[in-house]
């Protein structure tokens, strides 16, 4: 199915693009020339691309000339059509007296020269309050587009660590852009226009990535990662960029005083640690990112006015609370959300602390997405059963049951069905998914289920009990969030939980009737990180690989098993079953991994890795470009710069470098880095407030600065102790370590 031509889409953004260039020129921030100029290189290239295109395809139309590129060359030929159209309109509205006068030849033109009217400079009042604002903004805008790119384009870290690199990248361009401008602009003026930007954009993008998303990419597909690049570029350089000249500016308006640069940094990190706080503790669990965005939009207005006074901006702040409340009443995130979702109502989206929950229906049947992945689907009767009989039949009388995730897919109907269970441990990270599925899908009332809030790990280093049967419904260990529940720690960890000749099970995508170098990959450290705890593991092929781990014997005759068993079961018995082929599926899995001798552990986390290159190479991408592009970013720059430029340039490396650390890190070790980046980003900023307080209160020379570099060089090589200690500590100990760790790493001069 082809690609539908872009005409919304590109209309859409050619005109919010042209928006932000006419008020930046009306500001002051570029020069009108600039603006005028920067359009009409954009009509002159869109019409040149069309026209070439054009002449092409006319080509081979007349000589019927067998081209493989017709297709994408007329799909192209039409998109750049439509943004030579629609540049072509604004080109034409912006000079629509122009046109008028040729019909006029009485009538002079009326000049007015620009430069010959000197804009007064706007005095900005409680200065302070607009530079913890800039922080309080830039940090809140950046947590939550985070989580908003995550979900709508079902991102994991590897995406996110880009999402936040693109973010840092920008925001470094943009300062040192504003560094460089000229001293004629109106900083008032420019303040104000940038504030408002930053608080109407990301409301625009959000809004835009969803209603476009299956429009630019058809539904369903993988998005290719230069894709997702430029996507980052669209949605992520306005913002970034206008967040830099933010401080710029707010550093041009300190520069009379001694330590201007110094104190708008300090205020800076301190507003940024409000939002960090503000956006971990409040935002996310109480709004959506829509309301969370206007409330931040509606926190500029009301600085602005207390500081300028303008009836424009208390007659703006009220026409935008008048939105939010409207919100709480008009399901305006569903109706966004319901764009992600063809040919299913969204019947509920709800942003929780762990990620968004969206309840979609079609056809009498509920599907339910975690952060735009889709978790599961009721009705689904094959994979409830699997998931939970494949592992039940291997033992005799199970009483004592753990189920970490998957419980109100069906599964705990399913552990009902063996009148000897006792008790079933039911371990769910989000405890409100529960109480949103609850009004869909009927929760079992059964006295026998006991419901534990929390993360996995951390409840089987607290709980003494133990089991017969482990059943993990976690998905593909395809990010540090699930792959935290395949490695050698954790499965050490859960045997010490365990009867002997107990049986756990835990399930990956079906590697079908080939199987690839990284799907084998994948399993086999899989396999062998089992197979080093337990004595016999095997793989049950289905709609999933089951692997199934025992120090017992395990028999995969499901089929004879099913008939022992007083069970009655829709699809796996006696009578769907096929033992010969399951016993033969399963022999050619394992002969084709056996190879693989892998182990999965926290420290080095394979299958992610394995996942990420079996997701490049389907788009026929040589990985090597993803890792040669960023290092080229980071080099380049260098040889342009001057010793002590060079010296801050690899101090920002190194402190973000060791922030995503930070962030990767808190993802193995408690797997809900999504809610908790807020409060990461939150402590950190507030390293670098304290930092820069320290900093303003001493005579700097070149000791500080070397001396700040050693630490943070000596805090990167002693980083792995941490890991040591994480297997010694457990609970929130080790959470507040690091905390504290990055609240003191950056306190430089």
Not at 243 to 272: D, P, T
Not at 549 to 561: E, H, R
């Amino acid at each position: 199915m082809n690609n539908p031509y872009l005409i919304i889409p590109l209309s859409t953004l050619i005109l919010v693009l042209y928006l932000i260039s006419h008020f930046l020129s009306r500001s002051g921030i570029i020069s009108r020339t600039v603006h005028k100029r920067t359009w009409n290189v954009i009509l002159l290239f869109a019409f040149l691309v069309a026209a070439v295109l054009g002449i092409l395809l006319a080509i081979q139309i007349n000589y019927k000339l067998e081209w493989t590129f017709v297709e994408a060359a007329l799909k192209w030929h039409v998109n750049f059509g439509i943004a030579l159209s629609v540049v072509a309109i604004l080109h034409l509205v912006r000079h629509f007296d122009y046109y008028l006068d040729i019909f006029r030849p009485g009538k002079k033109n009326q000049v007015q020269n620009s430069s010959a009217r000197k804009e007064k400079k706007a005095g900005i009042k409680n200065l302070k309050w607009v530079v913890l604002l800039s922080g309080f903004a830039a940090t809140v805008v950046q947590v939550l587009m985070i989580r908003e790119i995550s979900t709508v384009f079902q991102g994991n870290e590897l995406l996110m660590g880009w999402t936040i690199g693109a973010w840092m990248l920008f925001t470094g361009t943009g300062a040192l852009l504003g560094r460089k401008q000229n001293n004629d602009v109106n900083t008032g003026k420019a303040l104000q226009t940038v504030l408002v930007l930053i608080g109407i954009l990301p409301i625009c993008f959000i809004i835009l990535m969803n209603l476009f998303r299956n429009t630019i990419f058809p539904p369903g597909i993988l998005i290719n990662p230069a894709h997702f690049l430029l996507i980052l570029i669209i949605i992520l350089s306005p913002v970034g960029l206008l967040s830099g000249y933010l401080f710029a500016l707010l550093v041009r308006m300190y520069q009379r005083e001694k330590s201007g640069y110094v104190k708008v940094y300090a205020l800076e990190a301190i507003g940024s640690l409000a939002g960090g706080l503000v956006a971990s503790l409040i935002f996310i669990y109480w709004f959506s990112i829509l309301q969370s965005l206007l409330m931040v939009f509606l926190f500029i207005l009301v600085v602005l006015f207390f500081a300028e006074h303008k009836r424009i901006q208390l007659i703006s702040g009220i026409g935008v609370i008048l939105i939010i409340i409207t919100s709480f009443f008009v399901p305006f995130d569903q109706y966004i959300k319901s764009f992600l979702f063809i040919n299913q109502e969204v019947v509920q989206s709800k942003e929780t602390y762990y990620g968004n929950v969206v309840i979609t229906s079609n056809a009498d049947q509920y599907n339910i997405y975690e952060n735009g992945s889709l978790s599961f689907t009721t009705d689904n009767v094959i994979i409830r059963e699997e998931y939970v009989h494949y592992a039940m039949f291997q033992k005799d009388n199970p009483e004592n049951i753990l189920l970490i995730g998957g419980g109100i897919s069906g599964s705990l109907s399913e552990i009902l069905k063996y009148p000897s269970v006792k008790k079933i441990d039911y371990v769910e990270l989000n405890p409100q998914l529960i109480r949103i599925v609850s009004d869909y899908i009927p929760f079992p009332d059964n006295p026998k289920i006991n419901v534990i809030y929390g993360d996995g790990r951390r409840f089987l280093q607290r709980t003494n009990s133990r089991y017969d049967i482990a059943i993990l419904a976690i998905p593909d260990p395809s990010s540090l969030q699930t792959n935290r529940f395949y490695t050698h720690e954790f499965i050490t960890l859960l045997k010490s939980r365990l009867n002997n000749g107990s049986v756990i099970m835990l399930s990956h995508t079906p590697a079908g009737n080939y199987v690839d170098s990284e799907s084998a990959k994948i399993e086999g450290t899989i396999f062998n990180t089992l197979k080093d705890t337990f004595r016999n593991v095997k793989i049950i092929p289905g709609e999933n690989d089951y692997f199934l781990a025992s120090d017992s014997l395990i028999n995969i005759q499901i089929a004879a098993l099913a008939s022992s068993k007083p069970i009655e079961n829709t699809y796996v018995n006696q009578y769907y079953m096929d033992d010969p082929s399951i016993i033969e599926r399963s022999q050619y899995i394992e002969h084709n991994i056996l190879e693989q001798n892998i182990l999965n552990s926290d420290k080095k986390p394979l299958p992610v890795f394995y996942h990420t290159l079996k997701f490049l190479s389907q788009f026929n991408q040589r990985s090597i470009f993803y890792l040669v592009l960023p290092i080229l970013i980071l080099v380049l720059p260098v040889f342009f710069m001057r010793s002590v430029s060079v010296g801050i340039f690899v101090t920002g490396f190194t402190g973000s470098a060791i922030e995503l650390m930070l962030i990767f890190s808190f993802q193995t070790f408690y797997g809900y880095v999504y809610s908790a980046i807020g409060l990461i980003i939150a402590v950190f900023m507030g390293g670098l407030a304290l930092g820069s307080i320290y900093g303003s209160r001493i005579q700097i020379n070149r000791k500080h600065f070397l001396l700040a570099q050693f630490l943070l060089l000596a805090y990167a090589l002693l980083f792995p102790i941490f890991w040591e200690l994480q297997e010694t500590i457990s609970g929130g100990f080790f959470q507040l370590l690091i905390f504290y760790s990055i609240s003191y790493l950056p306190l430089q001069p």
